[in-house]
DNA sequence: CGTTGACTCTGTAGTGGCTCCAGGGTCCAT
DNA sequence: ATGGACCCTGGAGCCACTACAGAGTCAACG
């Protein structure tokens, strides 16, 4: 628990955020202004870490920013029933999926690409199947 | 082989790229600029539609547009040495294959993460491990 | 008290690779 | 002559940051 109030770099040493997107995550709405020094200095304090470590962990997890936000209006209400965020993981976990498999076919058509002929353009594999893909 | 020039809209509809998308190829000078009609319309001929076919399939593998520049220019020179391709396709094969296991790892997270409570927010295994992750 | 140097501020622009739109012009068959 | 499909340009918007300029602040050291 800490209990003095830190400055942006603190917060982006504790949680491994850029202290750009720190800023970008509050002028989006996604972590509250903090209190000022008299000199204009933010000064975060703990529910702020707490909150940027639960969105770094969801970017990190591969959510989306609206994502990202919805989980958060659910974390905040912990009586409300969790289906939302039951969706939102199958959601994403079919996407992940999907990705996947695409860039395995992916691999396998560069792998087929790969040993090149050695030689000139004129004879090259690559350069041929990207002209006419080889069925 | 194509006799007659055809409008974008033909292009368009022989490669699958998009209207905006052969126009944004065009002012970032990946696709030559065709002749025009009277009116002003884009008149492309074979060449144009070989050169975005080999630009739609790089896009397809999944090379950025520098690369298929790079690809489109060594194509070009038929006598080059292919060394050039080669790299490219083991550097993107690379970044492949680390992109399907950074997303296998996030692929196994989310199933651990699925099968919530089915009851409230508060015992919510999804909303808990994005506040402090299951170790 | 002054200076130094690390830190922070705002605002704006750029990244990649498109995609969408408004407001107009063209083409061709009827 | 007209209708409808097609096309034009220029600019803005998307996502999630990242980079930068030019200025101001803070705290420790001498």
Redesign the pocket.
Known sequence: MTLQP???????RQTG????????????GLLPP?A????????YEDRHLQRLRF?RRG?DLG??????RALLTLAERPDSPCEGADQMVLLHLDEVERKIADLTLLRAELRKMKNCCGRVVAQCQIIGSLVAPRE
Do not use: C
């Open positions: 830190f400055n942006i770099g603190g917060l982006s955020v850029n202290i750009e997107t720190i800023r970008y995550y509050e002028k989006i903090p000022r020094s008299q000199g204009g200095f933010r000064q969105i970017r959510f989306s920013i609206d994502s990202i």
